[in-house]
RNA sequence: GUGGCCUUAGCUCAAUCGGCAGAGCAGCGGAUUGUGGUUCCGCAGGUUACGGGUUCGAUUCCCGUAGGCCACCCCA
């Protein structure tokens, strides 16, 4: 027998584990709920055609990471995982006329992505995002609004000083001619700069910006920045943006090295991430406009502006925080029925699932182990009350014990339940235990 | 995708110079009849990641593969 494990890159999500997740999740959902956007489910793959357009064919997202479907004989699509949620979400936008919907679209997704990225340290094949998309409203308050957004969900999911990244990478009418500015910047240099990056001077040079090649520094720290050279429009919205998150009272950093080098990304960039972990995979999460989406994927042109926010990065933060080393109590059970005969098993299967069918957390001990090791395992089980049945079955009684109080009462089969749904709301009231 | 470090029980880790693979925790059972988290005793759990090589003998040394981690790259 081969010993299987779970793909490289993948994990299975432990209870532990999988808890904290459900936690992010519900406070994402709270938060977009309040912020009016609704929830959509797209497909976990799509016509690989949609990534590619969509987040770029030149992006290693695409040219290297997708994971791509091989394809059925009989079937002639091309399907590749989707490797963020934006790209089909705008393709559910046009493919169902959302444009004859109130604008702007409100939408929020969070689900597993999958990138064919060598694994790392909060670096995974499937991953999961907290996603936030608002499709036809052209800024600037939007922006601040949504940046907002994502601070608040970092503060409610236990991280206050996560930092918010700023840019603007300008539009179709003032990038070509920024771009222009760079590569002749950089073109005098040409020799002197990292195999790598004279690679990408031509190809894609916003990129140089962000190199973290300490030879790039002085080069990049002279270097043109856009914000300098935005176009009329692209510099109002900016500093309208900016103007919007003052009154906010959020505060970010202007990061001209922040860039999306990909063609429908326009004007406002932002990142968050946390301070304090150098090196790899401090972005939590990270998001901007795109107003040249929705018409490059064949709609009417429409703005848009979004982010996408990485769930299992904010939960390996969380666990690096000294003291959060909080144990999840959920998945106790109220009350455990155990026996003092070990063999009558059906007893207390039945009293257990009376208990149920009434809303009560409740489990049999359905071992045959004698009555102190069934206790000793409730009581590991952090339950609150033990019902035991044992020979005041005949005259309809059960005994009813308090496992934290060490106190124990005969009660009627006929008034466990009520007892019990009285006992629980009194030992999350009456405290004590957290 | 490139380079480096690592991999022993479910988990955290031992094993001297190359000489019979161990402990703690977790699990299960028991400690004179139906009362718990402690204590004591016991049981179970391993092809030492996998495949080769060197050697009388490999957890230990060498090579390859897989997986993890770190840096790069990329990003969430």
Redesign the pocket.
């Known amino acids: ?1 081969p ?1 299987y ?7 299975d999500l432990l209870p532990d584990e999988r808890a904290a997740f459900r936690r992010l999740e519900t406070i994402a959902s709270m938060l977009a709920r309040r912020y009016g956007y609704r929830e959509i489910e797209t497909p976990m793959f799509e016509d690989a055609a949609v990534f590619e357009r969509g987040v770029g064919a030149v ?3 695409v040219e ?2 997708l994971f791509r479907i091989a394809r059925r004989t009989e079937e002639g699509d091309s399907w590749a995982l989707r ?2 949620p934006t790209a089909g979400i705008v393709r559910a936008y046009i493919e169902h006329g959302m444009q004859t919907w109130p604008q702007p679209v409100k939408l929020t997704m969070t689900g597993p ?1 999958f ?11 499937q ?3 907290f996603d936030i998309e608002a499709i036809g409203d052209p800024g600037p308050a939007i922006d601040a609004e949504i940046i907002e957004l994502g601070r608040a969900f970092y503060r409610l999911a236990g991280l206050d000083d996560v930092e918010v990244l700023l840019n603007s990478i300008g539009d179709a009418a003032c990038r070509p001619a920024y771009i222009k500015t760079l590569i002749a910047y950089f073109e005098p240099h040409a020799a002197e700069l ?1 195999a ?1 990056e004279r690679e ?1 001077l031509h190809k ?1 040079p916003m ?1 140089l910006l ?4 300490p030879a ?1 520094a002085e080069l990049n720290a002279a270097a043109p920045r856009i914000s300098d050279l935005l176009c009329e429009p692209c510099r109002i919205h900016f500093a309208a943006v900016r103007e919007h998150l003052e009154a906010l009272g959020i505060t970010y950093r202007i990061e001209p090295g922040l ?4 063609d429908y990304y326009t004007r406002t960039a932002f ?2 991430f946390v301070p304090g ?11 901007g406009r795109y107003d040249g989406l929705v018409e490059l994927l064949g709609g009417h042109p429409t703005p848009g502006i979004g ?4 769930l ?2 904010i939960v390996i933060a969380l666990e690096a925080r000294a003291g959060e080393a909080r144990q999840e109590l959920e998945g106790a059970p109220v009350a455990v029925v155990v026996g ?3 063999a009558a098993t059906a007893v207390r299967l039945k009293v257990a699932t009376d208990l149920r069918a009434a809303g009560i957390a409740a489990r049999a001990d359905l ?17 609150h009350f ?1 019902v ?6 005949a005259d309809g009684n ?2 009813l ?8 009462q005969l009660v009627a089969l006929a008034d466990l339940a009520r007892k019990l749904v009285s006992g629980e709301r009194s030992h999350r009231h009456g405290g004590g235990d957290a």
């Open positions: 027998m010993t494990r779970a793909p490289r890159g993948t994990r992006t290693d997202v290297k990471e490797p963020e992505m990138r064919h990225d060598r694994p790392q340290a909060g670096r995974f094949r991953f999961w995002q990292p790598l990408r894609n990129r962000d190199s973290k090649d790039m860039v999306r080098g990909l990142e968050f972990r150098e090196g790899g995979q401090q972005a939590l999460g990270g998001g982010f996408g926010l990485g299992d990065r003092a005969d070990p071992g045959r182990r004698k009555l102190g090791k069934q206790l000793e395992s409730a009581a590991r089980d952090r339950a033990v035991i049945i044992g020979d005041e079955l059960v005994q014990k308090d496992l934290d109080a060490g106190s124990q």
